[in-house]
């Protein structure tokens, strides 16, 4: 058991080492997001590998079930780190935000940059943002593209929630017209609900006027 218990950690060492980055702000040395996932799925795979294997072949179904689990757990991970620098390259300098937490990338357009004041029209100006993310998204299949307008609190209910669902799909639109999978596509307005500053002063308004696109495994 001792010696499964070294083993296990071992292979769980060997796939964080294999996820470490050098952190671009820092300098120093740590284990990405990959690596992580990939010591996570060595651990798993390795108790798994000697909990199905016969006495005498554990150790060997130990180390098997290591390499397994370390290659699955850290693909996504992998192919999540992938595109999450690829769209903060992409999308540097646009005034698009990046975030990610877990799994999930999260994009935030502002609304000042996509569309007009009370219109549900995309700005001509940022027509070639949308286009390099239609890129980014033909490139990485693997998510599905969940869109959702934001509005600030001012006007009624009835005139954010119109609002807010026509921006989200206009969106939807054009990344579809463009050749993005209507499947992987999911289009809604949350009008005011959900806001991310005060609407009580113009900044925070500005803040809540929004679309987000969340990127999550399909």
């Not at 006495?55 to 689990?69: E, F, H, P, Q, S």
């Not at 994009?107 to 100006?125: E, H, Q, V």
Request: proline fraction near 3%; aromatic fraction near 6%.
């Amino acid at each position: 058991m001792k010696k499964l218990g070294n083993l296990t950690v071992a292979a769980a060492a060997i796939a964080l080492l294999a996820g470490c980055t050098n952190n671009p702000y820092t300098g120093e040395r740590e284990a990405g997001k990959a690596g992580v996932y990939g010591g996570i799925g060595a651990v798993s795979g390795a108790l798994i590998g000697a909990a199905t294997s016969s006495k005498k072949d554990r150790t060997k179904g130990a180390l098997i079930g290591a390499a397994v689990g370390g290659a699955a757990g850290g693909g996504y991970g992998y192919y999540v780190d992938t595109q999450e620098a690829k769209l903060r390259q992409t999308l540097q300098g646009t005034g698009v935000q990046v975030q990610r937490t877990g799994d999930q990338l999260t994009l935030i357009m502002p609304g000042n940059i996509t569309f007009a004041s009370n219109s549900a029209d995309i700005s001509s100006s940022f027509y070639p943002t949308l286009n390099s993310l239609v890129k980014v998204f033909k490139e990485f299949d693997k998510n599905g593209i969940a869109i959702t307008g934001h509005t600030d609190s001012t006007g009624s209910q009835q005139l954010n929630q119109d609002l807010s669902n026509r921006r989200a799909q206009s969106v939807a639109d054009y990344l579809a017209g463009n050749g993005v999978p209507s499947a992987r596509i999911s289009a809604y307005g949350a009008a005011a609900s959900q806001p991310i500053a005060s609407n009580d002063t113009a900044a925070g308004r500005a803040q809540n006027r929004r679309v987000e696109i969340d990127l999550q495994p399909l």
